[in-house]
């Protein structure tokens, strides 16, 4: 199995970035995708970028362009470089793999504000 730890929230004004990081408990990198997802306030945890073993990314059409999603091999770390963030896109963000042969895996998740 595996714990995930996010960290790197916080509060920013519109326009601004932050980068959020997803510490993995051991080295998982090469036999599982790595996700981001985030929760808004009453809506739907919604997909948000991918790091495929791979490492190839992908992202959702809302963050293309200002998202980049990359990883640390060594540190078994993945990274959330957000850019130009908008305040619709304040959120609680979160970590997650699907691991054979135990399932999903979770991280507890960082809340991003994001002020106009």
């Known amino acids: 199995q595996v714990q995930l730890v996010e960290a790197g929230g916080g509060l920013v004004q519109a326009g601004g970035s932050l980068r959020l990081s997803c510490a993995a408990s051991r080295s998982i990198f090469s036999s599982a995708d790595m996700n981001w997802y985030r929760q808004a306030p009453g809506k739907q945890r919604e997909w948000v970028a991918t790091?495929?073993?791979?490492?190839?990314?992908n992202y959702a059409n809302a963050v293309k362009g200002r998202f980049t999603v990359s990883r640390d091999n060594a540190e078994n770390t993945v990274l959330l470089q957000m850019n130009s963030l908008k305040p619709e896109e304040t959120a609680v963000y979160y970590c997650h793999t699907y691991l054979l042969p135990w399932g999903d895996f979770w991280g507890q998740g960082t809340q991003v504000t994001v002020s106009s």
């Open positions: 790091i495929t073993t791979a490492g190839r990314t």
